[in-house]
């Protein structure tokens, strides 16, 4: 008996007339809640506590080729700008990087050149800061700023240490804190009303800096996670903090210990 072949699978003639972008830019989960309780389930949690936690609206976009931090640009304009501004292109930004010397062929092995590039596309105040004082870090994320990062990425581009051999780019779009009954109560006036599955949600309108000294007085390397977003993966991710603090400063010179600061504009 002859050997049966299968047909081939039809050719959709619809998948060459997808623009480039499409490839790259993914709207934000769709279900946020269902990914956020996801997220922290992986984090052992007492019982006397509480998640306490802070995200914003954000868009990943996924690299081609080494343009890591370029991409982290890009996912850092519409929080930046607000939704009303276009999103700064890849594009854009590997060829004026490339105008001004900054990289060959989209890598960023400078967190000073990275912080001008961000400037002079975006024009919005930013600086080079350190993970050295948690509380200013997470005082930044609640008010709506963007911090991008470098970091050894692992095979699951989560936070490791490999002395800057991996190193890759990063952006926070939100916290996650964990709590004791105690030390809650004087978080749960900023929160919304409606616990959500086993999480509080910080509201931003009812964020006075009293209210964020309440919220990071508790704050240890220990007990906070960063939402983040980064180029090789469409999900949102929630990485200790200390895994962040350890991978950063391990990096190699240019990177080492550095953090790019990207102010919100409020209109």
Known sequence: MSEVIPAPP?????????????????????????????????????????????LHDSESVVQEGPTCGLVAISMASKLIKGVIVQQASPDELL????????????????????LKLSLEQLQCPGKLLTFDNIQKVVSLIL???????????????????????????ALSVGCAMLVSDQEVKSILP??????????????????????????????????????CRQGKSRHLCLWSLNDIVESNGGLQSGLCGKVVLLEKEFK
Not at 197 to 216: F, M, R, S
């Open 10 to 54: 039809i050719f959709n003639a619809d998948l060459l007339k997808r623009p480039l972008l499409q490839k790259r830019v993914v709207r934000n989960d769709n279900k946020v809640d269902n990914r956020i309780s996801y997220l922290l389930s992986f984090i052992r949690k007492p019982q006397d506590s509480h998640f306490v936690v802070c």
């Open 95 to 114: 060829r004026k990087a490339k105008q001004l010397n900054y990289s060959r062929n989209g890598e960023m092995f400078s967190a000073e050149n990275l």
């Open 143 to 169: 008010k709506e700023n963007v911090l991008l990062f470098p970091y050894d990425a692992d095979k699951d581009h989560s936070p490791c240490q490999l002395k800057g051999h991996k190193a890759h780019w």
């Open 190 to 227: 900023v929160c919304n009303s409606k616990e959500l599955e086993g999480y509080h949600t910080v509201d931003n309108t009812k964020l006075t800096p009293e209210a964020i000294g309440n919220i990071t007085e508790f704050l240890t390397l220990k007990n906070t996670w960063l939402f």
